[in-house]
């Protein structure tokens, strides 16, 4: 099941360390998954994820320069968005980099 970042959940904001972070949660079948980041261009975040009596996280650094560079090359933040929930769907498991994952464009 696909859910997460691009899937299922709701997207809430929460305070950390005097930071407002997004926050999107699922719990199932025994498996707790909580992703919290820094929205727009700060970029960053972590997951983590409770399975089977083990914890495991990881953490990701990222984001998307600012729209009058977006500009110039004819794109928006929210067409950045829609095509990486687009790759999420598309590539699946492959995302969890296990195996090298190639995008086919």
């Keep these: 099941m696909l859910a997460g970042y691009g899937g299922k959940t709701k ?35 972590q997951e983590l994820v409770r399975f089977d009596g083990e914890e495991f996280t990881r953490l990701y650094a990222g984001g998307i320069v600012k729209p009058e560079r977006l500009a110039k090359l004819g794109i928006t933040g929210k067409e950045i968005i829609e095509f990486l929930v687009k790759q999420i769907s598309l590539l699946g498991e492959k995302t969890r980099l296990f195996d090298d994952c190639h995008l086919d464009t």
């Design 11 to 45: 997207f809430v904001s929460v305070h950390r360390g005097g930071f407002e972070l997004k926050s999107s949660e699922f719990s199932e079948n025994g498996i707790e998954y909580i992703d919290q980041w820094l929205a727009k261009d700060a970029g960053g975040g």
